[in-house]
């Protein structure tokens, strides 16, 4: 839980701040700003001046294959956890 805090506490600094308005003009007006590259704002055309790295490249693909693999993992742990409790909802209605 911590974790995801230190993750998102600079986008909802700047949510509270108030100050969403002001990056999203100078993002727009073409100014450099200061700020994590969103994944949303990449793009794979080279023309684009949001574009990787190939050690950012490596990187990105390295945590999408560890977040798919996490991902997974809940999966199976949701459907075990649905399986034992319809087994649990059997031997109580017995």
């Given at each position: 839980?911590?974790?995801?805090?230190q993750?998102?506490?600079?986008?909802v600094?700047?949510?509270a701040k108030?100050?969403?308005?002001?990056?999203?003009q100078?993002?727009?007006?073409?100014?450099?700003?200061?700020r994590?590259?969103?994944?949303?704002?990449?793009?794979?055309?080279?023309?684009s001046?949001?574009?990787?790295?190939?050690?950012?490249?490596?990187?990105?693909?390295?945590?999408?294959?560890?977040?798919?693999s996490?991902?997974?993992r809940?999966?199976?742990?949701?459907?075990?956890?649905?399986?034992?409790l319809?087994?649990?909802?059997?031997?109580?209605?017995?």
């Amino acid at each position: 839980m911590n974790e995801l805090w230190q993750q998102v506490a600079p986008d909802v600094a700047i949510i509270a701040k108030g100050d969403l308005q002001t990056l999203a003009q100078q993002i727009a007006s073409g100014k450099q700003v200061q700020r994590n590259v969103d994944l949303l704002d990449l793009d794979d055309s080279a023309e684009s001046g949001a574009s990787l790295s190939s050690a950012e490249t490596e990187a990105l693909a390295l945590a999408v294959s560890d977040a798919t693999s996490r991902l997974d993992r809940l999966g199976k742990i949701r459907r075990e956890r649905d399986d034992v409790l319809k087994d649990l909802k059997e031997k109580v209605s017995r």
